[in-house]
């Protein structure tokens, strides 16, 4: 069956050519443009995605709009800034294929020192002790490679638009009795800068996204 791979996209030209290039077989890719004004909508377009228009701006909005306009049974999300492979998107979309998880999450694994700074990865630790704590779930990481089942998602009726979406995703699931596990996955140096924690405004929105969520 084949998978509808979301990727949340904003100005992105620089990454997309490898990233839908290396697609594997029977993946699709959904690519939501979020404002872009560089050629990311010509260039998912020529590599056969079909691109969707987010005018909305948010990272979850741009994942929620994706989630609505997939179509298979099976949706995988993405950053589509090349700093994750396509090619090891069976780590997280079997388990959940073969009925083995509900939610599977790629566990980042930088291959090299400058992939993911140690502030970033300070912050991932926090977060994931309070998910534990908030959920009972054991996480080491909330990465951006995941995949569930696209129907239970939209029945999980995800209310945030902006960078709480996949802390949102975790907790709702968890409260749901979901099976959630992670597998490793490797992290890349992404292509340019972060649009949601490359700049301390972003990060500060990203980390009080992310508290209403845990205290909602």
Excluded at 38 to 48: F, K, L, N, P, W
Excluded at 83 to 97: E, G, I, N, W, Y
């Amino acid at each position: 069956m084949p998978i509808d791979l979301i990727l949340p996209c904003l100005n992105e030209a620089g990454a997309l050519p490898w990233v839908l290039g290396r697609l594997p077989a029977g993946v699709r890719a959904v690519v939501v443009d979020n404002g872009s004004t560089d050629d990311s909508r010509e260039i998912a377009s020529r590599y056969g995605a079909t691109v969707v228009t987010c005018e909305v701006r948010g990272y979850g909005a741009a994942c929620h709009a994706g989630l609505e306009a997939a179509e298979s049974d099976v949706v995988a999300f993405m950053d589509a800034d090349a700093s994750l492979d396509p090619q090891q998107l069976v780590r997280v979309t079997a388990p959940v294929q073969t009925g083995q998880a509900d939610l599977m999450l790629g566990r980042r694994r930088p291959v090299s020192r400058g992939a993911w700074p140690w502030h970033l990865r300070l912050a991932n630790a926090e977060l994931s002790r309070r998910i534990r704590r908030r959920t009972g779930v054991r996480l080491s990481d909330l990465g951006p490679m995941r995949a569930a089942r696209r129907l239970d998602l939209l029945a999980l009726d995800l209310n945030d638009r902006r960078s709480g979406y996949p802390l949102e995703t975790v907790v709702r699931a968890a409260d749901a009795g979901w099976r959630i596990a992670e597998t490793d996955v490797d992290y890349l140096p992404r292509s340019g800068r972060s649009k949601v924690t490359g700049t301390p405004v972003g990060a500060a929105r990203a980390v009080l996204d992310m508290s209403k969520v845990l205290s909602g």
